[in-house]
């Protein structure tokens, strides 16, 4: 994608070909599916959260261990759906990855793209609609009813909270897109017009549909797409907070506004999905209301930077793997959600709506910054999950490639956007004002192929580190919360008997006249903290 | 990017004696390097001065501004770049500097909860400031969508289509005549379906290309004919999309006569990126010439064609004037009675 970006309708080395617009478009299209859906939606939540939440809160397992291995095996076939959608005879669906109606719902007179390769896109999405309600019920139920002894919703680790609160987001928004997508597909098998208005022509062809509106999508496709943007960050947030109090030997800062930024975050994140429709057509007084609400999302996310900020004041920060990728992530947090205040507010949308201003800033607030989240929580969870360490050395060759080069990717985006270089071009060379662009395209590319690059090393490590790292203590990071308490890895049931009481909030680190610099939620030895 | 400043070292040296005794405390040997230190706040430093840096130079920055509009929104635009910009360079630093001023050197953190005072300071700043800067921002929303156009603005009605613009005039009647998707009909000239029999439709035109008289207001009625396109000509900083089954009506004065673009910025299929025609804002006199209906029968539309290839080339027309004369299409738009559906030859490929 990258390559013919920067060097349009160039062979691509090693592959012999000119990309086609159709492949480019495909490759878009599925980029943007399988990162958002099988990757930011996944990882961090059913991944990390599946490992971690129930140790954290002090359960056996989650409440519910086999509707966990089914939402786990119905992701698995939604991907495989997926993907055959790259090899069926019509093609891989290039309508992106929000799928706008009509041109989603037409079918193969829309064009290339739009057959049967689309319909197993939206199948897949289906049955994965299907995946997360299962997933997002059993944490929500494990959260709240499996806690242990003493583990009161105050107490509970920030990862929890933004598991649990993600979990609730998923619950709404992923019901949602299952109707949408039940919808959309009777729109293209079963002839209905949910989204389809009269009067279309198509290539010189009345187009036989009536009465439905194509911005009802975008409505229901929203609704679950905001919220879908904190589902992906709020896990990354939490790891975050979780290992900033860790290698800062320092509660986290404001850990009560840190729950209520949460949960103001998700709340807020209902009613805001209208900033992606400035440019729709919708009633431009909504916008308005959208755009108020949508800046008030930079407050509670202004009182998570600021506490991070906090935690590191006065602190003793560590530099280890895992740190330096939170630390990285607020910083990253900073630079993506910053730019949301200019796509709040619909007049200065309006120049920059579907350019690559967009593309930077949603990539950096909730692709890179999740995935560092996910690298973070890998660096810190690993000598739980396997039982030894990474190597540190690897760990930050990786970094610091990978930091640099992410900005180096992303950075420039935002002043292509300004000039109004749009997404979802295959090639943009006949634009006269687009013609100053050529050297940053160059130059992102190349940042582009070393980061991917980099990202070897990241998978050398993990592979080799299974292998042969060093055998991991139990408490290797000296953590305070529970999952540090159990062998590494965790036996089957996680406390290998009755789980243990807890006496402590999550972060209580360097308490006054205490020996070690952090007390474990379970140490009923020492009197600590407020909660 | 990880060197170090020489005086860095000498903080090393001065903190040495501090690490030594606290070290009965401190348990595990600091792994806070100085290195590292050094490099994060190096690094986190160096992205101010980049963004800085782009936003000096202005070399990838909005095209030139012709509208009415334009101005309001580049002042919204650069008021909030100001804050945001403050607040990142301002992060960004602050996030370097903690992490070196706090880089573990043995000894204990402070141990605090936080501080409820900051914590509603912080929130009420940011607050107001967002909230504030979006209200500040309406102002010139309200101006393109809260109030309609004036009476007597020009009406154009653009219909995007796979992967074509169209634009069409009223005429002198100032009525755009009736159309029916049935009538349409690419090969005969009418790709939208005008109904010849009603007598408004007579003198509407109907070009590939869009030309605007300067300084005069003009409203657009925005509609698609298959797919959601989206209308954006960057000099005008105005970008709407186009709806099937809507009509959704923008308005703006071009202040600058000149050439410019359309392109179209919603994906709406293969050839969404080759979606481009050209955005004319010419003098009152150039427009009427361009767009002026006129009977035309079949026996005179060669030389018709001719003279007005003539005039677009003296206008200065984006298309080439040999294009303009195409025989092809004279032929297509003869066959109408009187509606003339000019198409150059570049723009139907």
Same mark, same amino acid.
């Given at each position: 994608m990258r390559f013919q970006l920067a060097w349009p309708s160039h062979k691509i080395p090693l592959w012999g070909q000119v990309m086609t617009p159709e492949q480019y478009l495909a490759l878009v299209t599925m980029h943007g599916t399988i990162m958002v859906f099988f990757v930011l939606t996944t990882a961090p939540q059913s991944g990390f959260g599946n490992f971690a939440l129930p140790i954290q809160i002090g359960a056996a397992d989650m409440a519910f261990p086999v509707l966990n291995m089914l939402s786990f095996w119905t992701t698995f076939v939604s991907f495989a759906v997926m993907c055959a959608a790259f090899f069926v005879e019509a093609g891989a669906p290039i309508g992106g990855w929000t799928a706008y109606a009509p041109l989603s719902a037409l079918g193969e007179i829309a064009g290339p793209g739009q057959g049967m390769g689309l319909n197993l896109w939206v199948i897949s999405l289906f049955i994965f609609c299907a995946a997360s309600l299962m997933g997002a019920l059993n944490f929500i139920v494990t959260t709240l009813d499996l806690r242990t002894r003493g583990m009161s919703l105050m107490r509970l680790p920030l990862t929890v909270w933004a598991w649990f609160v993600t979990a609730i987001l998923g619950l709404l928004a992923f019901a949602v897109l299952m109707g949408a997508c039940i919808l959309l597909l009777l729109d293209r098998l079963a002839g209905t017009s949910f989204f389809v208005p009269g009067g279309l022509v198509l290539g010189g062809?009345?187009?036989?549909?009536?009465?439905?509106?194509? +911005?009802?999508?975008?409505?229901?496709?929203?609704?679950?797409?905001?919220?879908?943007?904190?589902?992906?960050?709020?896990?990354?947030?939490g790891i975050v907070s979780q290992i900033l109090s860790t290698f800062c030997r320092k509660p986290i800062f404001g850990y009560r506004a840190m729950v209520f930024a949460i949960l103001a975050i998700a709340i807020l994140?209902?009613?805001?999905?209208?900033?992606?429709?400035?440019?729709?057509?919708? $009633?431009?007084?909504?916008?308005?209301?959208?755009s108020i609400l949508t800046v008030s999302i930079g407050v509670p996310s202004a009182i998570k930077t600021f506490n991070w900020l906090g935690t590191i004041w006065r602190g003793k920060v560590q530099f280890a793997t895992a740190n330096l990728f939170a630390l990285a992530f607020v910083s990253l947090f900073v630079t993506g959600g910053i730019t949301g205040i200019f796509l709040a507010q619909p007049a200065v949308d309006?120049?920059?709506?579907?350019?690559?201003?967009?593309?930077?800033?949603?990539?950096?607030?909730?692709?890179?910054?999740?995935?560092?989240?996910?690298?973070?929580?890998?660096?810190?969870?690993?000598?739980?999950?396997?039982?030894?360490?990474?190597?540190?050395? +690897?760990?930050?060759?990786?970094?610091?490639?990978?930091?640099?080069?992410v900005y180096c990717v992303f950075f420039p985006m935002h002043f292509m956007g300004l000039a109004g270089d749009p997404r979802r071009y295959a090639d943009v060379t006949q634009y006269k004002f687009l013609a100053t662009l050529p050297p940053l395209n160059h130059f992102i590319t190349i940042a582009a192929f070393i980061t991917g690059a980099a990202q070897l090393i990241f998978l050398v490590n993990v592979l080799w580190s299974m292998a042969k790292?060093?055998?991991?203590?139990? $408490?290797?990071?000296?953590?305070?919360? +529970?999952?540090?308490?159990?062998?590494?890895?965790?036996?089957?049931?996680?406390?290998?008997?009755?789980?243990?009481?807890?006496?402590?909030?999550?972060?209580?680190?360097?308490?006054?006249?205490?020996?070690?610099?952090?007390?474990?939620?379970?140490?009923?030895?020492v009197v600590a903290g407020q909660h | 990017m990880t060197r170090i400043a020489p005086k860095k070292i000498g903080i090393q040296a001065r903190n040495r004696h501090l690490r030594r005794g606290l070290s009965v405390a401190n348990q595990s040997k600091p792994s806070g390097g100085l290195l590292t230190a050094s490099a994060l706040a190096v690094f986190y430093s160096l992205l101010a001065v980049a963004g800085i840096w782009f936003v000096a130079t202005q070399k990838w920055w909005f095209p030139e501004s012709i509208s009415n509009i334009a101005p309001k929104i580049d002042a919204q635009f650069r008021l909030t770049l100001w804050i945001s910009g403050i607040i990142f360079v301002l992060a960004q630093v602050a996030l370097g500097v903690l992490i070196f001023l706090f880089r573990d050197r043995g000894g204990k953190s402070e141990y605090s909860h936080g501080n409820n005072k900051l914590e509603i300071l912080w929130t009420s700043a940011t607050a107001v400031l967002f909230v504030g800067l979006a209200i500040l921002g309406r102002n010139a929303w309200a101006s393109l969508h809260f109030i309609g156009a004036a009476p007597g603005a020009l009406q154009v009605e653009v219909t995007g289509a796979q992967f074509e613009w169209q634009f069409r005039y009223p005429g002198l009647d100032g009525v755009?005549?009736?159309?029916?998707?049935? *009538?349409?009909?690419?090969?005969?000239?009418?790709? *939208?379906? *005008?109904?010849?029999?009603?007598?408004a439709a007579k003198d509407d035109v109907v070009m590939p290309v869009m030309a605007v008289p300067v300084n005069r207001e003009v409203e657009v009625i925005l509609r698609s004919k298959d797919v959601i396109h989206s209308f954006f000509v960057p000099n005008l900083r105005i970008k709407q999309d186009a709806v099937p089954g809507l009509a959704i009506r923008i308005h703006f004065t071009a202040e600058k006569i000149g050439e410019y673009e359309v392109a179209c910025m919603e994906l709406c299929g293969l050839?969404?990126?080759?979606?481009?025609?050209?955005?004319?804002?010419?003098?009152?006199?150039?427009?009427?010439?361009?767009?002026?209906?006129?009977?035309?029968?079949?026996?005179?539309?060669?030389?018709?064609?001719?003279?007005?290839? *003539?005039?677009?080339?003296?206008g200065g027309w984006p298309w080439s004037p040999s294009s303009w004369a195409c025989s092809c299409h004279c032929s297509c738009a003869s066959s109408l009675r009187g509606l003339r559906t000019r198409y150059p030859c570049g723009a139907r490929s």
């Open positions: 062809k009345p187009v036989n549909h009536q009465g439905g509106s194509p +911005l009802l999508w975008q409505h229901l496709f929203w609704f679950f797409g905001h919220p879908e943007v904190y589902i992906a960050i709020l896990p990354g947030m994140s209902c009613s805001v999905w209208g900033h992606h429709m400035f440019i729709s057509g919708m $009633n431009p007084y909504t916008a308005f209301v959208f309006l120049p920059l709506h579907d350019t690559k201003f967009v593309v930077a800033h949603f990539h950096f607030v909730m692709g890179v910054a999740a995935i560092f989240g996910m690298f973070a929580g890998t660096f810190f969870w690993f000598p739980k999950m396997f039982g030894r360490t990474m190597n540190e050395t +690897l760990g930050k060759i990786h970094f610091w490639i990978t930091t640099a080069g790292g060093p055998r991991a203590e139990i $408490n290797p990071w000296r953590c305070t919360t +529970l999952e540090w308490t159990v062998p590494s890895p965790p036996p089957h049931d996680n406390f290998g008997g009755p789980p243990p009481a807890v006496y402590h909030g999550a972060y209580e680190y360097s308490v006054p006249g205490v020996k070690e610099d952090f007390v474990l939620q379970t140490d009923s030895r | 755009f005549g009736k159309v029916d998707p049935k *009538l349409i009909n690419e090969a005969a000239g009418n790709p *939208l379906g *005008l109904d010849l029999n009603d007598t050839g969404h990126y080759k979606m481009r025609t050209s955005f004319t804002v010419m003098s009152a006199e150039d427009f009427q010439k361009v767009t002026k209906p006129r009977r035309v029968s079949s026996e005179d539309m060669s030389s018709a064609w001719t003279t007005k290839s *003539l005039a677009f080339s003296t």
